[in-house]
């Protein structure tokens, strides 16, 4: 069985689902191809009517959707309530923009003319994380469903309800049937899903293997695909950081959603200077964190989303120390029922051990001292990742500098404000291609067409 709801601050089953059989899996197919053929041709003003609809469902049902969230993944409930209104502004954005960002473009041939069109390409198969059980579907439906797409979407095993909950306010929005369908299956279905001529498109977000799997099968079928993987976010302190400034966005980067952020930060690169100070501090503000219900608002520390993200986690901090890391402070789950950790530090983690090179996807912040800004730009740089990442620093001016110098798909100075409908987001190296978001991320899926007329005669 795929779909299993546990509530991790407790451990209880809330509630299972079945897969779905073969032949109701072909149902939800055929309906989402049938369902493009008027889809496509349905202007962007009426396709805006049921997005915007959506939104306001969204934004409506807050406590509701909230609520679900927290008891099925164990988000703490404000952050909760902060990614459903997100989750409501990107689709709106989408329903707002869509028709701007797709219309056509002159090119400016020597001969004649020309234009480029932007037309839909059918039915998009998306696989999703846990993590943000929203805000992803949002991601991807914004845009996807606004460029006149279909979408089939198979959420992450842990939060069923949650994928539920957002197909039903698409209905409740006026979506006909086959638009927007969540699909409750096996990874084995998922693959034959890929493999389906009705699906021209394949979009993840998840982990490095998921996306290697994935991305493969989607190859193999000639289909375009978009990958946003994992991360392991350099946060760069250089010695004329703002000290209050930047351990604030120290503990919001590496605990916000306890941790569980493709584009948290994970590697604290700070400049010599600053290290005893910015280290004293830092683990004072973890060690200060409370854990709790999710539910209640007074929680500083919630659960990981499960039993399992915890068990996998204390090994790999367990397996960091064998390779020589000195645990600074935590290391071992809270003592209470769920799925807790002590928020960790980490120093001491030199190459060659696992942990330089791994994501820590939970509590867990890993601490490298540099002797200064060349040397910190060298380490940020030196990973198998290339999500995000942020440098402090009073000059503004430096801080573009050294943004630019390091390999990621994003940056932020002073700051680390992840995620805007309007600004592209996604990675390069393993942590994979392509844009969400923004104008780039309404482009993915279209077929970009030439269309060009010239009065000439044939040259033979
Ligand atoms: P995951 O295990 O890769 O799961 C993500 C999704 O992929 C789930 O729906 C999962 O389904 C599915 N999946 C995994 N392997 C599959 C396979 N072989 N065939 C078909 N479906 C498969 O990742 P996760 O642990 O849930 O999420 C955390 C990861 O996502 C982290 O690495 C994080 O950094 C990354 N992430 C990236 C972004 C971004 O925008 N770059 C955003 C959020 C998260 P099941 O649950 O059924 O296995």
């Given at each position: 069985?795929?779909?299993?709801?546990?509530?991790?601050?407790?451990?209880?089953?809330?509630?299972?689902?079945?897969?779905?059989?073969?032949?109701?899996?072909?149902?939800?197919?055929?309906?989402?191809?049938?369902?493009?053929?008027?889809?496509?041709?349905?202007?962007?003003?009426?396709?805006?009517?049921?997005?915007?609809?959506?939104?306001?469902?969204?934004?409506?049902?807050?406590?509701?959707?909230?609520?679900?969230?927290?008891?099925?993944?164990?988000?703490?409930?404000?952050?909760?309530?902060?990614?459903?209104?997100?989750?409501?502004?990107?689709?709106?954005?989408?329903?707002?923009?869509?028709?701007?960002?797709?219309?056509?473009?002159?090119?400016?041939?020597?001969?004649?003319?020309?234009?480029?069109?932007?037309?839909?390409?059918?039915?998009?198969?998306?696989?999703?994380?846990?993590?943000?059980?929203?805000?992803?579907?949002?991601?991807?439906?914004?845009?996807?469903?606004?460029?006149?797409?279909?979408?089939?979407?198979?959420?992450?095993?842990?939060?069923?309800?949650?994928?539920?909950?957002?197909?039903?306010?698409?209905?409740?929005?006026?979506?006909?049937?086959?638009?927007?369908?969540?699909?409750?299956?096996?990874?084995?279905?998922?693959?034959?899903?890929?493999?389906?001529?009705?699906?021209?498109?394949?979009?993840?977000?998840?982990?490095?293997?998921?996306?290697?799997?994935?991305?493969?099968?989607?190859?193999?079928?000639?289909?375009?695909?978009?990958?946003?993987?994992?991360?392991s976010?350099?946060?760069?302190?250089?010695?004329?950081?703002?000290?209050?400034?930047?351990?604030?966005?120290?503990?919001?980067?590496?605990?916000?959603?306890?941790?569980?952020?493709?584009?948290?930060?994970?590697r604290f690169?700070?400049?010599?200077?600053?290290?005893?100070?910015?280290i004293?501090?830092?683990?004072?503000?973890?060690?200060?964190?409370?854990?709790?219900?999710?539910?209640?608002?007074?929680?500083?520390?919630?659960?990981?989303?499960?039993?399992?993200?915890?068990?996998?986690?204390l090994k790999q901090v367990d397996v960091a120390v064998t390779h020589g890391a000195k645990v600074l402070i935590g290391g071992?789950?809270?003592?209470?029922?769920?799925?807790?950790?002590?928020?960790t530090i980490l120093t001491d983690v030199k190459p060659g051990n696992p942990a330089f090179r791994d994501?820590f996807?939970?509590?867990v912040a890993m601490i490298f001292r540099?002797?200064?800004?060349?040397?910190?730009?060298?380490l940020?740089?030196d990973?198998?990742?290339?999500?995000?990442?942020?440098?402090?620093?009073?000059?503004?001016?430096?801080?573009?500098?050294?943004?630019?110098?390091?390999?990621?798909?994003?940056?932020?100075?002073?700051?680390?404000?992840?995620?805007?409908?309007?600004?592209?987001?996604?990675?390069?190296?393993?942590?994979?291609?392509?844009?969400?978001?923004?104008?780039?991320?309404?482009?993915?899926?279209?077929?970009?067409?030439?269309?060009?007329?010239?009065?000439?005669?044939?040259?033979?």
């Amino acid at each position: 069985m795929t779909y299993q709801s546990f509530n991790p601050a407790t451990g209880k089953l809330l509630k299972t689902f079945d897969d779905l059989t073969d032949a109701q899996l072909e149902t939800k197919l055929a309906a989402a191809a049938a369902c493009f053929e008027t889809w496509r041709h349905t202007p962007y003003a009426e396709r805006a009517v049921i997005i915007e609809k959506a939104a306001m469902l969204v934004h409506d049902r807050v406590e509701e959707l909230a609520r679900t969230m927290t008891l099925e993944m164990g988000k703490r409930i404000d952050e909760a309530r902060g990614e459903v209104e997100f989750s409501a502004q990107i689709l709106s954005y989408y329903a707002k923009n869509a028709e701007r960002f797709l219309a056509d473009t002159d090119l400016n041939p020597t001969t004649g003319e020309g234009h480029m069109e932007s037309s839909p390409i059918g039915v998009v198969f998306g696989v999703e994380p846990w993590n943000f059980p929203y805000y992803q579907l949002a991601r991807v439906a914004g845009p996807h469903l606004m460029a006149g797409n279909t979408l089939v979407i198979k959420h992450a095993g842990c939060v069923p309800q949650c994928a539920i909950a957002f197909e039903k306010l698409l209905l409740d929005a006026g979506a006909p049937v086959g638009l927007y369908t969540n699909l409750l299956i096996s990874h084995a279905q998922s693959d034959r899903v890929v493999d389906d001529p009705r699906i021209k498109g394949v979009a993840l977000t998840g982990s490095v293997a998921a996306g290697r799997s994935i991305a493969a099968r989607a190859g193999q079928n000639l289909k375009p695909s978009s990958m946003e993987l994992g991360g392991s976010d350099a946060f760069i302190v250089l010695e004329d950081a703002d000290m209050e400034h930047t351990i604030k966005w120290a503990v919001w980067g590496r605990m916000y959603n306890t941790g569980q952020t493709c584009c948290a930060a994970k590697r604290f690169i700070v400049v010599e200077t600053l290290a005893d100070t910015f280290i004293a501090k830092f683990q004072a503000a973890l060690g200060a964190l409370k854990a709790g219900d999710p539910l209640d608002e007074k929680t500083t520390l919630g659960p990981l989303s499960s039993e399992s993200a915890l068990t996998d986690i204390l090994k790999q901090v367990d397996v960091a120390v064998t390779h020589g890391a000195k645990v600074l402070i935590g290391g071992k789950r809270v003592d209470r029922p769920g799925s807790y950790m002590q928020p960790t530090i980490l120093t001491d983690v030199k190459p060659g051990n696992p942990a330089f090179r791994d994501e820590f996807f939970g509590p867990v912040a890993m601490i490298f001292r540099v002797k200064d800004e060349e040397e910190a730009i060298a380490l940020a740089n030196d990973s198998d990742f290339g999500l995000g990442g942020s440098v402090f620093t009073k000059d503004v001016a430096r801080g573009k500098r050294v943004a630019s110098r390091i390999d990621t798909g994003m940056m932020f100075i002073n700051n680390i404000s992840w995620s805007d409908a309007e600004l592209p987001f996604g990675g390069i190296k393993n942590s994979g291609y392509g844009r969400e978001l923004g104008d780039m991320g309404i482009q993915a899926f279209v077929n970009k067409k030439l269309v060009r007329y010239v009065v000439a005669d044939a040259p033979f």
